[in-house]
């Protein structure tokens, strides 16, 4: 069910920054929803440094949906008004960039991943996933040895079929890390994955520049879904939260045993 909502929300959240490019004709004075001013600039400030650094936050294990990076970063690079991004005469090329660096911060954030796994070690990782902090940052140890399994089923691979699934693509760089798995393979096979996730991502915002009519259109309706699945999602993560708090009063502490 959390994936669900998370995949759902991932999507509305890539449909509502990419198409608010539909309603640039409408002036700032005319925006009185701050869900729009905070696009409005987020979209402004998009070049291909920010979507680096963001893609380097997507990647680590602090989490950043890259469905708000890419495809709003590919629809600008489509837009010749947008000087950041629409650096050549062809969008092809501008959107192929937009894969390169969005490839480059995925690469990045998960060397950043592989070596504190490397030299932290397993105890660490584990315990900074059930520390506060890391659950601030939605961790916990029973994710990190999902992640440890499926690299342990699936080999080497898996950093690259990895990339491609969410909820592993963001964490699977650990386990290579805690397995000390060749570092040369490890960026390949990452920078595979990674390119294969960011050039679909690319292209849903390239579609989405050519269908603005039919955007502008449904763009109210796309709001409101957004904001009840973020509600539903936000209610969701606090049952849970106070759910497996309540658990943890009632069962021993099992961190040591994970750890080792």
Same mark, same amino acid.
């Given at each position: 069910m959390k994936k669900k909502l998370t995949l759902a929300i991932c999507l509305l959240c890539f449909f509502q920054t990419t198409f608010a490019q539909a309603d640039s004709t409408v002036? =700032?004075?005319?925006?009185?929803?701050? =869900?729009?001013?905070?696009?409005?600039?987020?979209?402004g400030h998009l070049n291909y440094g920010t979507v680096t650094l963001l893609m380097t936050i997507e990647s680590s294990f602090i989490p950043f949906p890259s469905e708000v990076i890419v495809p709003p970063a590919a629809y600008q690079a489509c837009n010749a008004d947008n000087e950041a991004l629409f650096t050549t005469s062809s969008k092809v090329v501008n959107v192929l960039f937009v894969i390169l660096f969005a490839t480059l911060g995925a690469l990045i954030g998960a060397t950043i991943n592989y070596f504190l796994a490397l030299w932290l070690g397993r105890p660490i990782v584990y315990w900074f996933?059930?520390?506060?902090? !890391? %659950? *601030?940052?939605?961790?916990?140890?029973?994710?990190?040895?999902?992640? #440890?399994? &499926?690299?342990?089923? %699936? !080999?080497?691979?898996? =950093?690259l079929i990895g990339r491609l699934i969410p909820a592993i693509r963001q964490l699977i760089s650990i386990p290579a890390g805690l397995a000390k798995m060749n570092f040369g393979i490890f960026i390949l096979f990452t920078a595979i994955g990674a390119s294969i996730w960011n050039t679909v991502l690319a292209f849903l915002g390239y579609f989405a520049h050519g269908q603005q009519d039919l955007i502008?259109?449904?763009? !109210? #309706? *796309?709001?409101?879904?957004?904001?009840?699945?973020?509600?539903?999602?936000? !209610? &969701?993560?606090?049952?849970k939260g106070v759910k497996s708090s309540r658990a943890q009063k009632v069962t021993p502490d099992n961190t040591e045993n994970l750890s080792e």
């Amino acid at each position: 069910m959390k994936k669900k909502l998370t995949l759902a929300i991932c999507l509305l959240c890539f449909f509502q920054t990419t198409f608010a490019q539909a309603d640039s004709t409408v002036t =700032t004075a005319e925006k009185a929803s701050v =869900t729009d001013r905070v696009i409005d600039w987020y979209n402004g400030h998009l070049n291909y440094g920010t979507v680096t650094l963001l893609m380097t936050i997507e990647s680590s294990f602090i989490p950043f949906p890259s469905e708000v990076i890419v495809p709003p970063a590919a629809y600008q690079a489509c837009n010749a008004d947008n000087e950041a991004l629409f650096t050549t005469s062809s969008k092809v090329v501008n959107v192929l960039f937009v894969i390169l660096f969005a490839t480059l911060g995925a690469l990045i954030g998960a060397t950043i991943n592989y070596f504190l796994a490397l030299w932290l070690g397993r105890p660490i990782v584990y315990w900074f996933a059930d520390s506060k902090v !890391g %659950h *601030l940052l939605l961790l916990n140890s029973a994710k990190i040895k999902k992640a #440890e399994d &499926y690299f342990i089923e %699936h !080999g080497k691979s898996s =950093t690259l079929i990895g990339r491609l699934i969410p909820a592993i693509r963001q964490l699977i760089s650990i386990p290579a890390g805690l397995a000390k798995m060749n570092f040369g393979i490890f960026i390949l096979f990452t920078a595979i994955g990674a390119s294969i996730w960011n050039t679909v991502l690319a292209f849903l915002g390239y579609f989405a520049h050519g269908q603005q009519d039919l955007i502008e259109r449904y763009n !109210g #309706e *796309l709001k409101i879904v957004l904001w009840i699945l973020c509600f539903a999602f936000v !209610g &969701y993560l606090i049952y849970k939260g106070v759910k497996s708090s309540r658990a943890q009063k009632v069962t021993p502490d099992n961190t040591e045993n994970l750890s080792e």
